[in-house]
Structures are given as structure tokens and as C-alpha cells.
């Protein structure tokens, strides 16, 4: 079992909301010096200074991570579902933000030759920037390194052209056909296994939960070593209640059939979990 996660209280300095997608913001957020170091895959609890409408901070991956001449920006990808992430696309440059974090556990490392495929449906694409980033700068190799990446239309395939700029292998699918093939982020890994070339050694996913149920039958069908990032409901994102439960096998978790997606998560090992079973928590 993890650790109780060292989370801490920030505030960050809206620097820019680029509209990303036809129904998401990519919110750029201007930190201090002091802020901390960000593991790929963790994520902060993020809520307006002001409010917003919400009384409670909603969970989002940090999408990018930059120092340049102007300090440090840390970036979010949101796809607006509701209030939180509604009143979040709304901040006008040099609004508040509260954050907690970083939080969570993230991917594994990736080891220099090992070949590795993302799937990412949709906003779950969020997460994946800085994990390429990491493994490139361990010395992976760009052309073993694959992101699949599948939505509904080529409207929600959110900031496309950022991942081909890794030199990385970026494969497109959609459900209409509209941009990619047609077809899933699942057909597009579906395909690299029957090549013995192109088989990834991990599989990373981050997406729809169906598209994850969809990823974690597939691994035990064809064993893949996968692991997924869960965009689970949360409430404190701190690991105090209990709103974030993600039944897994009770062996992965010294013996408790139920982990917090918060704390033990978000990234569990797709053998780890029993996802068939969250519908009946
Ligand atoms: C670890 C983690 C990382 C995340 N990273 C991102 C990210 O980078 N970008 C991003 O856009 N979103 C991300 N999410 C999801 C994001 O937190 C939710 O979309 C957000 O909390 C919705 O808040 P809201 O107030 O706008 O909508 P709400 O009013 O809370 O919900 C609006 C509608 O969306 C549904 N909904 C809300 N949350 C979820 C969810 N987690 N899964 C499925 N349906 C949901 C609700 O059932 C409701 O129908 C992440 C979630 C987790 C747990
Ligand atoms: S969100 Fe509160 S315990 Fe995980």
C-alpha cells in the first residue's frame, strides 16, 4: 500500500486559457519557485480562488510542466463536463487558482530499449506529455515509443500536432473516420501486437472507462504488462473520503479488496484490478 501522500496547498496565477479541442481549455497557470517537483501522471485538486461555484477542488493531471524566461507554468488540459471545470475555462488572466498536490502515484519508469504504447481516449491524452518527456530524457528512443491516441471526431483529439513534435510514433483513430482511421485507440495497439517489431513491452492508457475495461481484457488476453491512470469520481484527492474506491485483487493491496484511486492510484496494474466489478460499489 502507498504511502500517505506529502500534499501541499498552492496557489497559481492564470497566464493564459487556449481553447483546446471543440469542448476544452488548455489553462496555463504561472508558480513560484518554490513549487514542487511533478512526477508524470500526478495530478493537483484544482479549484478557483474565488470559488467558482464549487466548493470542492477537481482532480486534473498535470498536462505540462515548463520553466522558461517568465518562471514556471504548469499547464491542464480540461474538457469541460460541468461547474468545476466550467468555471476553471472561464478565469481571465491573472485570476487565482488553488491547488493541492502533486498527488497520486504515476507510471512506472520506462527502461532505455524497452518499447512503449500509450493509449489515450480523449482529455485522457492529458496525462501523457510528460511521461514521453520523462522516458526521452532516460534515454528512451523516440521511434520505440508509440502513442495511440482515438476520440469520437477529430474535434476532440485535443492538441494533436504537440506529440508528433516528440519525433515519436503517433497513430490517430476515430470513430467516424474524420481524422486517423476509423476505429478505436484500442484497434490502433490491437494492430502493433501482431507485430513482433512493434509490440510494446508496456502499455500505458488513459481514457473512458469502457475504453480502459476494453484495455485491461486485452492485456490479459494477449500479457501485456499495461497499467492504467483512473479518472475516478474524488472528493479530497487526499486519501480522507473515501469517495474514490477502485475495487482491485486483494493480493496487489495487502489484502484489502478496495484501493483509493487517490492515494494507491491513480495508476494501478491492469492485472491488479477487477474494474467489472466498480459498477457495483
Ligand atoms: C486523477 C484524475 C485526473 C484527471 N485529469 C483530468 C484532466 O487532465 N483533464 C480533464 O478534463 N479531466 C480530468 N479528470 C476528470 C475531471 O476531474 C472531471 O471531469 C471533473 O472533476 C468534472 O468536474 P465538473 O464539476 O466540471 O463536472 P461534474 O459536475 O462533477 O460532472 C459533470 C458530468 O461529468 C461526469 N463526470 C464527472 N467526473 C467524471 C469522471 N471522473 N469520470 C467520468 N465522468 C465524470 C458526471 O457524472 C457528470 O455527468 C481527471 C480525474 C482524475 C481522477
Ligand atoms: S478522493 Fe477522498 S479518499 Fe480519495
Not at 114 to 139: D, H, K, N, Y
Not at 164 to 181: C, F, H
Request: charged content about 20%; overall charge positive; hydrophobic content about 45%.
Amino acid at each position: 500500500m502507498a504511502a500517505p501522500c506529502a500534499a501541499f496547498r498552492f496557489r497559481g496565477t492564470t497566464a493564459a486559457v487556449v481553447p483546446a479541442g471543440a469542448d476544452g481549455v488548455r489553462l496555463d497557470l504561472a508558480v513560484d519557485a518554490a513549487f514542487p517537483k511533478v512526477a508524470p501522471s500526478q495530478f493537483f485538486m484544482l479549484r478557483r480562488s474565488d470559488g467558482g461555484g464549487v466548493l470542492l477542488g477537481r482532480p486534473f493531471s498535470v498536462y505540462l510542466d515548463r520553466t522558461g524566461a517568465n518562471g514556471r507554468t504548469l499547464s491542464f488540459l480540461l474538457k469541460v463536463m460541468g461547474p468545476g471545470t466550467r468555471g476553471l475555462s472561464e478565469l481571465k488572466v491573472g485570476m487565482s487558482v488553488d491547488l493541492v498536490g502533486p498527488l497520486g502515484q504515476g507510471f512506472p519508469a520506462v527502461a532505455p530499449g524497452e518499447r512503449l504504447s500509450c493509449v489515450a481516449g480523449g482529455v485522457g491524452i492529458a496525462t501523457f506529455p510528460l511521461v514521453f518527456e520523462a522516458a526521452l530524457a532516460a534515454g528512451a528512443r523516440a521511434q520505440d515509443l508509440t502513442l495511440c491516441f482515438g476520440a469520437a471526431r477529430k474535434e476532440f483529439l485535443y492538441e494533436v500536432d504537440r506529440y508528433r513534435d516528440y519525433g515519436i510514433r503517433v497513430r490517430i483513430a476515430t470513430d467516424d473516420g474524420s481524422a486517423g482511421q476509423r476505429g478505436t485507440a484500442l484497434d490502433l495497439l490491437r494492430e502493433d501486437c501482431k507485430n513482433a517489431l512493434l509490440r510494446p513491452h508496456k502499455v500505458f492508457a488513459c481514457g473512458p472507462e469502457r475504453m480502459l475495461e476494453a484495455v485491461v481484457r486485452f492485456a490479459a488476453e494477449e500479457r501485456l504488462d499495461a497499467y492504467l491512470s483512473l479518472e475516478t469520481r474524488m472528493g479530497c484527492g487526499t486519501g480522507v473520503c473515501n469517495a474514490c474506491a477502485v475495487p482491485v485483487k486483494p493480493a496487489s493491496n495487502g489484502g484489502w479488496p478496495v484501493a483509493k484511486a487517490c492515494r494507491e492510484g491513480p495508476v494501478f496494474r491492469a492485472c491488479d484490478l477487477t474494474l467489472e466489478e466498480a459498477h457495483q460499489l
